[in-house]
C-alpha cells in the first residue's frame, strides 16, 4: 500500500515563502514520477509541478515558473515544493500525486496519477 503524507502548509504573508514536503511510503519511491497539485476555493484543482522518477526532468504551470522549485529526495522518499513570491492566488489545499511506472516521463493530469496526500494547506494573506 503506497501512502503519501504531504506537511509544511501555513500562513504566510504575500512575497513570503513556504516549502512543502511529502513522505512515501510503500513502492519503490524512485520508479514513481511525481506531482504537486492545488485546490484554490471555489475552483478545480489544478496542476502545479511535476517531476521524473530520477530528479532530473521537470514541469510547472506557467503562472509558478520562476517562483517554486520542484525536488526529490529518492534517498528518503521524499518530494518538495519550494515556494517563494507567493501570492494570495496561490492560496489553495496542495497535494502530492504518484504515478505508478513511467519513471522517465512527466505527467500533467490528475487522471494520470494513482495515488495522492491528503493535502495540506496554504494560505497567502494580502
Known amino acids: 500500500q503506497v501512502q503519501l503524507v504531504e506537511s509544511g502548509g501555513g500562513l504566510v504573508p504575500a512575497g513570503g515563502s513556504l516549502r512543502l514536503s511529502c513522505v512515501v511510503s510503500?513502492?519503490?519511491?524512485?520508479?514513481?514520477?511525481m506531482g504537486w497539485f492545488r485546490h484554490p476555493p471555489g475552483k478545480e484543482r489544478e496542476f502545479v509541478a511535476a517531476i521524473t522518477g530520477s530528479g532530473r526532468l521537470t514541469t510547472y504551470t506557467d503562472s509558478v515558473k520562476g517562483r517554486f522549485t520542484i525536488s526529490r529526495d529518492n534517498a528518503k522518499n521524499t518530494v518538495g515544493l519550494q515556494m517563494s513570491s507567493l501570492k494570495p492566488e496561490d492560496s489553495a489545499v496542495y497535494y502530492c500525486?504518484?504515478?505508478?511506472?513511467?519513471?522517465?516521463?512527466?505527467?500533467?493530469?490528475?487522471?494520470?496519477?494513482?495515488?495522492w496526500g491528503q493535502g495540506t494547506q496554504v494560505t497567502v494573506s494580502s
Open positions: 500525486a504518484a504515478k505508478k511506472g513511467w519513471d522517465w516521463a512527466l505527467f500533467r493530469r490528475e487522471n494520470e496519477y494513482d495515488y
Open positions: 510503500g513502492g519503490t519511491f524512485s520508479s514513481y514520477p
